[in-house]
Every structure is written in C-alpha cells, then in structure tokens.
C-alpha cells in the first residue's frame, strides 16, 4: 500500500487558515478539510457596522457643535458627510456643527483588508432658533464717574417660536444689577459700554450676544482763549466759548477752572490774570438740560517778556525789514541768538509790543534829541516817514502787570527809498 500527502490551504484575514489535506491510497482521495484560527494580532471579526451615535438627545440645540461617532475598527476609514458635504476627519468620530436647519448625517466605513464596506445615515432634528433684540429704555450721561452715569436701562427680548415665558435671561453685568421681577432688564448701566447676555429657553438651547449702550448727547462746545500765549507783565486772558449744537442740545449751566488752583468761576466769557510762567490747562464744564456735565479742555502758554528791538531797518519798498518792528525774541533753542534775532524781521504775522505789556509808549528822536515820531500802544507800523537815512534813539517806556520798564537804543534808517 502506497500513501502519498498533499497539502495545500489559503489564509482569509477575517477567517484564518483553511487548511486542505488529501491522502492517496492505491490512487484513492482521503479529503480531510481542517479551520485552524490563525492568530496574527488580528482578531477574527464578522461582518463590519457603522450605526451613528450623537452625544445629545434629539432634537438638538441649533448653531452648536455635536460629536458622532461609530463603532472602532482598526483597519477602516471612516467618511463623514453632513448634507452631502464632506468632513475633513476620517476616524470613527467627528465633530461636525448642526445649524438651524435638519441635517443629514451619512458614514461610509470602509475596511482597508478586505475592501468590505457599510453605510448608515442618521437625521438630525434640530430644536427652533431664536435670536436677541435689544432696546434701551433709558439713557443716562455720560461721565460714569457720578451717580448721574450709571443710569442706564437695557432690555433683552427673545425672539422665536416659543412663548415670551419660556425665555430665561442671564445678564453678565458686574455687580449683577436687574430689574426686580424682569430679568430681561439691565439696570444702572454706563453709557458706551458692552454689555453680554446670555438666552436660554426651556429646551436648554444658548444664544449669547452684546448690547451697547449709549448716553444722552453732549453739546458741541469750541472754547476760545484770547491770547492762547500770554506774558507775565500782561497775563490776561479772556475766555469764551460757542455752543454749535444750540438748536438741539442746550448748556443750561457752566463754569470755568484756569488750571491755576485759583477759584472757578460761572461767568461765560471771564478773563483771567495768570501770576506766574508755566504751561496751564484751563477747563469748561458744561451741563445740559438733563444734567449731565461735560469738559472741554484747552491750553495756555504763560512766558516772561524777552523783547527784540533792532538797531536798523531798510524801508526801501522791498517788502523785507521795511519798517521798525519790535517783537519777540527768538529763541536761542529755535536757533536765534536771545535777543539778537527776532522772530520775524518783515514784521508780518508777529505780535506786536503791546501784546506783552498792559501799555506802552514809543519815542524816536534826532541826534539833536528832537522828537520826530512818538507813539502810545506801538503797532509795528513806522516806516521812518519822510525822515532821511541815518542813526536815531527811541526810548520804550513799558507798562506791565508786575512793573514798569523802559529800553533805551539807537537805530538806524538805511537805503530809504528817495523821495
């Protein structure tokens, strides 16, 4: 008797090995079919499935983010669709936001061995939207800083489907402050603030947004200093101020501070004397007809006297250095010399000396000590007159607020267009 084995067989990933033997005997077949698991770090599974799961009860909250997710296998890939677009992520879950309308979610599980696939699809039924109306029930000023600005009402309305009452308002307002039996109403708010709330019906579902609050309108007010720059020995100042927004917004109150820790004061156009130089910050405080007050600022420059008067002047016609001017002196900062140059030698555009004393007078003699031109508040406008070439004397004499001064000097009148 002769035996002969042939074994032959073929590996299924799922299955394992099927494992064939056939025995001859005098040219007969011995069948002997074995199933041996074959162990490969693969678990023997059966067929795949892919039900979706949701982390919520249905319906769900619109315009929230929601994770699905189906049952884990190694070696598939998961496509997601929601409405017939695809997801980016393709593992067995996913996070995918559901917007106002019914969604359709749709999985394709595909197992990378055997080719083999599964597809499920599971509607997503979604709770009724809802948004947030603001309306302001009352303004308030808008200096926070006092109880007259922090006055401010604010409403939230829910606006949907449901019934007004099955809206619950949470308002984040620090302290909490709402209106007794109303929690839709925010109370004692500032004026041009943001203020968040937060909407929850009785399906839990969320709306969060941000009101802004205004206040009652300020005039619109431009103050005028006269001068903006002022001098100890003449340190007046005249204030005033214009109401452009008279015709809707009236100012049926106001009062001034110079900046100078003196007394304020309630007249509309005072002037004011300052005692010593420096830069200073004068204020207006307005109030409209609901009392709410509002500051307009401005700023005053206040030097000592440090005058310029030349020793010569050209009054040829030339439009340059035509007339005796006596001015500022420039500054040896800005590139002058103190005293040496003044700010504008053509006398155009510049202040005159009457600017920086209360008073002055000004006389020009002769060699022979003869008056030939004298002047009380000196406007920069003498030109010589019908005087030839030549040196003449002036002496200042000059009023001020803290003394009186007087300058003394020659100047010569040269190149004098012939009469």
């Known amino acids: 008797m002769h035996l002969f084995l042939l074994l032959h067989g073929h590996f299924r990933q799922e299955t394992g090995l099927m494992l064939m033997i056939k025995i001859f005997k005098n040219n007969t077949v011995i069948h002997l079919s074995i199933l041996f698991a074959f162990i490969t770090g693969q678990t023997v599974q059966g067929q795949i499935t892919c039900d979706i799961s949701v982390n919520s009860t249905l319906p769900v909250c619109p315009n929230q983010e929601y994770t699905f997710s189906a049952p884990f296998y190694e070696n598939a890939v998961y496509d997601w669709e929601k409405d017939g677009n695809p997801q980016d992520d393709h593992d067995n879950e996913v996070f995918i936001i559901i917007d106002s309308l019914t969604s359709v979610i749709q999985l394709t599980v595909t197992d990378t061995l055997t080719s083999e696939t599964c597809s499920s699809t599971l509607t997503i039924p979604v709770h009724p939207t809802f948004i947030i109306n ?241 002047s009380t508040n000196y406007q920069n406008d003498w030109d010589g007159g019908k005087l030839p070439d030549g040196v003449y004397f002036y002496v200042l004499k000059a009023h001020g607020a803290i003394s009186d001064e007087v300058y003394k000097g020659s100047v010569t009148i040269f190149g004098k267009t012939k009469q």
Not at 207 to 235: E, F, H, M, S
Not at 310 to 327: A, E, L, M, R, S
């Open 134 to 374: 603001f309306k302001q029930l009352q303004l308030t000023c808008t200096n926070s800083d006092t109880a007259n600005g922090n006055t401010a009402k604010m409403q939230a309305i829910a606006k949907g489907d449901l019934d007004p009452g099955q809206y619950h308002y949470f308002w984040d307002v620090k302290p909490i402050q709402v209106a007794p039996g109303d929690s839709s109403v925010a109370v004692g708010l500032m004026a041009y603030q943001k203020y968040s709330i937060t909407v929850k019906d009785n399906f839990g579902c969320l709306v969060k947004d941000t009101a802004w609050t205004i206040g009652y309108p300020n005039a619109d007010i431009r103050i005028t200093a006269d001068p903006d720059t002022a001098y100890l020995q003449n340190p007046f100042v005249t204030f005033s101020f214009v109401n452009l927004s008279e015709d809707s917004i009236s100012v049926i109150n106001s009062f001034w501070d110079f900046g100078d820790d003196t007394p304020t004061t309630d007249q509309e156009n005072p002037t004011h004397a300052y005692q010593e130089e420096g830069t200073y910050y004068p204020i207006l405080t307005a109030f409209n007809f609901q009392g709410c007050d509002s500051i307009y600022l401005d700023t005053i420059l206040v030097k000592p006297v440090d005058l310029f008067i030349p020793n010569v002047f050209t009054p040829n016609g030339d439009g340059v250095n035509d007339k005796f001017v006596i001015t500022e002196a420039k500054p040896k900062s800005d590139g002058g010399q103190g005293g040496q140059k003044s700010v504008a030698a053509d006398g155009n555009g510049i202040k005159t000396v009457n600017d920086y004393y209360e008073s002055t007078e000004l006389y020009i003699f002769n060699r022979w000590g003869r008056i030939v031109y004298k």
